[in-house]
Structure formats: C-alpha cells, structure tokens
C-alpha cells in the first residue's frame, strides 16, 4: 500500500495534510486514479490482431470556451484496408489537479457527435491531482475512420480566480486488424450526422427550442437506425427532483433550495417531418460534482466518462426519407407538464446508421401501421397534509408498421414498437425545500424486428433513489441501476449490463456484462475514503480472467 493510500482514521487528516504538502511541493505522489467501472472491448484483448495507434490530439484545456481543439485525421495505411478491420478504440487519459467544477466533453468527428464525456472533479486530497483513462469503443463509427477528416474535441473549461484546474488531455486511436477469432466488424454503408454542423462546436444542440435538421437520404436507403446523444444541463440537470408546476405553491418562496418547476418527467423525441418517429426515456446522467457525498473518488458515478446513448430504428420511415427530397427530422425534449416545456437546458444530436441496397434503383413502400401520440400520457398527484409528497406518472406506447421495397425487389416488413414505463415519488418535510428522498424509475423495451428478426432491441430498468438529510440537502444514500439488454442494430454486437451503485459513504459497486458474442465481465469493486477496499473481477473480459 503506498502511503497515499493510508487511510488510518485518527491520523488521516494529519496525514493528508503532509501529503498534500509532500505532493505539491516535492510531486511525491502519483495522481489518484479515477475510473468508471466499464467492460473492455472485446477484440482490444486480442493478441494476435495487429494494432496501429495514432494520436488524434493534445491538448491541456484552460480557459476553453469558444476554442475546442481542432485537428485533421488522417486514417492509418499500415493496419491493412478499413473493411478489414476488427475494431476501433479511442484512449482518453486526462490529468488536471487543483479546484475545477465538471465540465462535459463532446467529440465530434466528421461532423457525428460519436462520444460523450465528462470530467471528475481533481478530488485528490494526499494526491498529485487526479488521472483517468477510459477506453472507448468507436467500431460501429469505422465508416468515419475510414477516410480523412476532422476531429474536434470540445471541453468548455474556465480558469479563474479560485477555479484553476485544467485538463491536460491525450486522446489516441487504435485500429485493430483483427485475426481469425475478430473477423472484420460489420458496419452500417453511411453515417449521417444529426448535429449543428456550427464551426468549433461538438455540434451539440442546446434545447429548447427542438432542434431541427434536414437530412436527404440516398434513394437506396433501405434501412437507417438513430442513436440519440442527451444530456441535461444548467436549471434542468437535477430534472428528477423539479416539481410539477401545479403543486410549486406547496413550497415556500424563500426556501434553503431554490425550487425548479415544470415537473420530473422528460422525454427526448425524434420526429420526422412533424411525425413522432421514436422516443427516449433517459438515463439520469450524474456528474462528479453532484450531491454532496465525498464519493465519487476514484469512483465516478456509471456512464460519467461515456454518457448512454439511445437508439431507435427509423426503417419504417425509409419510405419517405428515401424519396429522393429533403426531410426535416426534429430533436427536442418534452415534459408531463400541459405546455410540455422544460427548463434550459439539453444538449441533444444525433445521428443515422443508414444501410444501402444492393441496387441503386430507389426504395420504395409504406407506412402501414402508424400509432403513436404527440406526447406521453401522464398524471400527477401531491399532497400537502402532514408532509408534502408528489408523485409523477409517464407511459408511452408506440406502434408503427411499414413495408420497405428494395430496388433489388426484396420486400421487408418493418415492425417498430415501444412500451415504456415512469415514475417519480418525492417526499418532503413540510416546509423545507430538500427532499427527504426521491425515487425514480424508468423501464420498458422497445422492439424492432424486420421480417420477423430482431433488429433493434433495448430493454432497460433505470431505478433511482436518493435518500437526503433533512434541512442540508446533503446526500445520505444514493442507489442507481443502470440494467440495460441493447441491441442497436443487426450489425452491431448486443451487449447487456447490470450495473447497481450504492453509495453512503462508502461506494459499492456490481457490475455484469454479458454480450452477443459469448464475452462476459463481473467486477466487484467498493471503494471508502478516496481509496479501493475491495476490489473482484471476473469472465472472458477480465485481464486475468481468460
Ligand atoms: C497541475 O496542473 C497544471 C496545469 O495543467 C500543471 O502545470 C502542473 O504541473 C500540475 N501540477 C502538478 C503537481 O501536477
Ligand atoms: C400547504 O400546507 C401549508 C401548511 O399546512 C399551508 O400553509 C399551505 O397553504 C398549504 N398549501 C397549499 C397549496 O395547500
Ligand atoms: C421541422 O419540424 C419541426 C417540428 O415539427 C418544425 O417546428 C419546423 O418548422 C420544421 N422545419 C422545417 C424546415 O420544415
Ligand atoms: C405506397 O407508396 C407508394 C410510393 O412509395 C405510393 O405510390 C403508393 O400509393 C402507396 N400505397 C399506399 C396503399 O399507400
Ligand atoms: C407511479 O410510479 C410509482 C413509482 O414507480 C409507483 O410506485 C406507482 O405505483 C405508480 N403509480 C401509477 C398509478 O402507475
Ligand atoms: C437499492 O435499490 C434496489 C432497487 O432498485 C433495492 O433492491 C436494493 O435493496 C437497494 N439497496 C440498498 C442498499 O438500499
Ligand atoms: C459496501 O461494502 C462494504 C464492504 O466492502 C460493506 O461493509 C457495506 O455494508 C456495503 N454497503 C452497502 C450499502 O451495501
Ligand atoms: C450476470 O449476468 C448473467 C446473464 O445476464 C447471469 O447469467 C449471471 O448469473 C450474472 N452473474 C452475476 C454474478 O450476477
């Protein structure tokens, strides 16, 4: 154990101190290691498969706003042709020490918002500063590695008096050339963009107002599936605990906690020329710096370095958007509220997986089913006796059928369906503004199958708890699982997730990955006091586990 490490509990802050001296004055320590509990991908651990790094960029991130960095990329020549390939990563490591807040990450790359980050906060008492590493699966984004373009990585940091850490960044990428047990990885024919197209921008859209781009398919289209980027931000990022605004004169005016109104419920939807296409319940995306438990060191909450990303099937829509002209799909995110506004802000992009026929005569076909409401169906109910409670309902249930005529002649028939469940419950004292607890849940599946098969599948439970000490708001427990069977496209690898986070002051983690290809990984890892206590991993996946 290094001394960094030490936790004895009488002589911790002592010793912190000296460390911290020790770390800043003579770089004694190494930086603390932070980390998102995740899977590796699969090929990565290949032995036999050829691997070609480049680095796309470094960057140490100051005062940034406005000035992403900006490079060229150029596809690698020594790692055999891209439709060889059986794999591609990005490798984010960052360093930053000091005071800094969370900040979000987005890469753009050829104009597709293909990953989503944030930083933890340099929580690194006895430390030098904090380092992470996370290693990013972008294979189902090798049609854009294929050929040169532009990379731009944008991580709005502000230095200031007081708030002086920056992010001193790496971000490589790796092909894999693949061998016999990695053949090269199926991928969609085009991948188009669902993002701002602005200049020095992740090309992120901030909402509301929804967003809306146009988007011409080519008329060989034959199938096209969306996956969604959403997070929220500024007075709408502790969404799970806004109230309906029906039941705000329950609170009072000058409360601890200011109270944010227009309701807990959000749903993120896609629409193609006005119609809903396709909606997303999302996952709560937590930073480092929410709550007020000292716990998220080395820790990060689940999905803080790769943010969950949605996916819907937009096939039963190929009909029209094949039609040679230009369709206008809108991004936006709605409320149970009866305006269905939310607060500022999200920032959502997109974009579309599109496979082409093997003819280039056009598709052609129908919409034949189409069931589905502009918004979720909703109720609401509050009570304000002897403590205030509220409790907030969603549904959603989509149906739409379509029949896709390839040139080529083959006829498919589309069949997409979604059944989503909400739920919200708050509790609080009377007349004090911090919840003594919230719980959320989000759940359902959404189906697509093409001619009978499975071709899109995502099943999800997203459970939410967090337990408040009356009168501070400060965190007492925190519960979340993100439980997660997704398969985003017939040509991308289904994985499925159970990851459960407790955390009271302790942080114990579970963590289960299975995928389609027969790889598994468990990792066990707790963690008390800026240090591991315990920490077990297992499956195919696992570094000693083969
Ligand atoms: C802290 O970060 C700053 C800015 O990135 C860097 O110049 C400095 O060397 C770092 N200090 C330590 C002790 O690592
Ligand atoms: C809620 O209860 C408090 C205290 O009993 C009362 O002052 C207030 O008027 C009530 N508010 C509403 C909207 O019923
Ligand atoms: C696109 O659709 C949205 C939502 O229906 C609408 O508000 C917007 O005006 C449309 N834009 C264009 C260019 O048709
Ligand atoms: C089906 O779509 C084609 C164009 O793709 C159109 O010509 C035809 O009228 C449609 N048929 C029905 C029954 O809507
Ligand atoms: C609303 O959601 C809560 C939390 O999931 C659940 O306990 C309750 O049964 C739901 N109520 C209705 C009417 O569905
Ligand atoms: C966390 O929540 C789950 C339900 O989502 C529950 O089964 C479990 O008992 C909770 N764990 C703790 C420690 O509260
Ligand atoms: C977390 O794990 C530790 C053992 O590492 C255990 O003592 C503690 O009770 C666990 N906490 C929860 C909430 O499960
Ligand atoms: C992990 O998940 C797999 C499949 O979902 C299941 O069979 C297995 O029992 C789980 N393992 C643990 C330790 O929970």
Request: charged share 15%; hydrophobic share 35%.
């Amino acid at each position: 154990m290094s001394p960094c490490n030490e936790s004895t509990p009488f002589l911790q802050s002592l010793l912190s101190l000296l460390l911290l001296l020790l770390c800043t004055n003579y770089a004694f320590c190494e930086p603390l290691v932070n980390f998102q509990v995740a899977q590796s991908p699969p090929f990565v651990l290949d032995s036999k498969s050829h691997q070609c790094t480049t680095t796309i960029l470094q960057r140490t991130f100051g005062s940034s706003i406005g000035d992403p960095e900006i490079v060229k990329y150029k596809p690698p020549t020594n790692c055999g042709t891209p439709n060889t390939w059986a794999g591609v990563t990005l490798t984010l490591t960052v360093t930053t020490n000091g005071t800094q807040y969370p900040r979000l990450a987005f890469f753009n790359f050829q104009n597709v918002e293909i990953w989503r980050s944030s930083t933890p906060i340099p929580n690194d008492a006895g430390h030098d500063g904090i380092v992470w590493t996370y290693v990013k699966d972008v294979t189902r984004f090798t049609p854009l590695f294929s050929k040169p373009g532009k990379f731009i990585l944008q991580l709005d940091n502000v230095v200031q008096s007081g708030i002086d850490g920056e992010f001193a960044v790496t971000l490589e990428a790796t092909i894999f050339s693949g061998s016999s047990r990695f053949p090269p990885a199926q991928r969609a024919d085009l991948i188009i963009p669902l993002t701002t197209s602005a200049d020095k921008t992740g090309g992120e859209a901030s909402v509301p107002p929804g967003f809306s781009v146009e988007v011409t398919l080519p008329r060989n289209a034959v199938t096209a599936f969306a996956e969604l980027q959403a997070t929220a931000s500024g007075d709408d990022t502790s969404w799970y605990w806004n109230i309906p605004n029906q039941f705000l004169s329950y609170f009072p005016p000058d409360g601890m906690r200011l109270i944010i109104g227009e309701g807990p419920f959000r749903e993120v939807r896609v629409l193609v020329d006005g119609q809903v296409a396709g909606v997303a319940f999302p996952y709560v995306f937590f930073s480092t710096g929410t709550g007020s438990l000292a716990t998220w060191s080395p820790i990060v909450p689940y999905g803080a370095l790769d943010i969950p990303t949605y996916h819907l099937d937009l096939t039963p829509f190929i009909p029209i958007l094949a039609n040679g002209r230009p369709h206008n799909i809108t991004l936006d995110v709605a409320s149970a509220e009866s305006n269905h506004q939310i607060n500022q802000n999200w920032y959502l992009s997109g974009l579309l997986q599109v496979n082409l026929d093997s003819s280039t005569l056009p598709t052609t076909g129908n919409i034949t089913l189409y069931q589905a409401s502009d918004y979720a169906l909703s109720t609401a109910s509050g009570s304000n006796d002897s403590d205030i409670s509220i409790t907030v309902n969603a549904s959603r249930s989509i149906h739409i059928e379509a029949e896709v005529i390839a040139g080529s002649g083959e006829r498919t028939k589309v069949v997409f369906t979604q059944n989503l469940e909400y739920g919200n419950v708050q509790h609080y004292p009377k007349q004090d503004t911090y919840p003594q607890h919230v719980f959320q849940i989000a759940s359902g599946e959404t189906l697509s199958t093409h001619n009978g098969k499975t071709a899109l599948q995502d099943t999800f439970t997203y459970p939410l708890l967090i337990d408040y000490e009356t009168g501070t708001g400060a965190w007492s427990q925190f519960n979340y699982t993100y439980d997660r069977q997704l398969r985003p496209a017939p040509f991308i690898m289904g994985t499925t997730i159970v990851e459960h986070q407790v955390v009271t002051g302790t942080s114990n983690n579970t963590f289960n990955y299975t995928d389609t290809e027969g790889n598994t990984y468990i990792r066990q890892v707790n963690a008390a006091g800026n240090a591991i206590t315990f920490d077990k991993e297992g499956g195919t996946l696992a570094p000693n586990g083969r």
